[in-house]
């Protein structure tokens, strides 16, 4: 999965598809979010649940323990290690979902430049991205070590032409579980291995190269090249 996400919508537009009938508190305000294009390091929208509560915060894409000083830090995590290796074992239990519009992926065509494709769900309903992180809890403060992951898997099952990995993408019911506190672990371990949404729930198509420049932020960015050259 290639570093580029959109977050456009409201944060209820992302929030109403989980049909949580929990309360909500929210940092992140009620207008569209308009960022077509997300890069790492950035502030974006993340989920996540604290008791009975959901949390909606913005938080930095990407993060590392304080230990690993020797390398940037990652904005995903592979889902094959990421339960049982001590680089994530500290922020594993923290579970979050990152969701998206839409992500990017960048393919070798041939031309003097990669080309850019937008995949997206079918249906056109939110991604809901299994991730996990470092975020505001128990009413303290964001600080300088916050940060996400996103969780991927392989893309083998019919994407594995735009990118060999890609987010693990869970439905609503299995989002508001990977949620829950009180998901064993191990649940949830399984949810990310197994129960993403296979590659048939998703569709994808060429966009602009101009969202390889990440101060690009227009709603062009998200268009197929059909339409924009009519």
């Known amino acids: 999965m290639c570093g580029r996400i959109s977050q456009y919508t409201g944060i209820h537009d992302f929030v109403a598809v989980l049909s949580m009938p929990n309360a909500m508190v929210s940092t992140v305000g009620d207008q569209p979010l308009e960022r077509y294009n997300g890069a790492p390091s950035q502030q974006l929208a993340l989920l996540h649940q604290e008791d009975d509560v959901l949390h909606a915060d913005l938080v930095r894409w990407g993060w590392r323990p304080h230990w690993a000083k020797d390398r940037a830090a990652p904005i ?3 889902v094959e290690k990421v339960a049982h290796g001590p680089f994530y074992r500290s922020i594993w239990p923290n579970r979050a979902i ?15 430049k ?11 309903a939110p991604v809901l991205c299994a991730s996990i992180g470092r975020f505001p809890t128990g009413g303290r403060e ?17 994407m594995v032409d735009i990118h060999d990995r890609r987010p693990v993408v869970l439905t609503p ?5 990977w949620l829950d506190p009180a998901t064993p672990k191990e649940r949830a371990e399984q949810i990310a291995l197994h129960q993403g949404e296979p590659a048939e729930a998703f569709e994808w198509f060429r966009v602009d190269t101009a969202v390889g420049n990440v ?13 924009q050259q009519t």
């Open 76 to 78: 995903n995590a592979r």
């Open 98 to 112: 990152t969701p998206i519009n839409n992500w990017f992926e960048w393919v070798d065509e041939g031309g003097p």
């Open 114 to 124: 990669k080309q850019p494709y937008l995949i997206r769900r079918r249906d056109q």
């Open 142 to 158: 964001p600080g300088e070590h916050d940060g996400f992951v996103i969780i991927t898997a392989d893309s083998a099952g019919g």
């Open 173 to 177: 019911e299995l989002a508001r579980e």
């Open 215 to 227: 101060k690009n932020q227009q709603r062009g960015l998200i268009l197929p090249v059909s339409q």
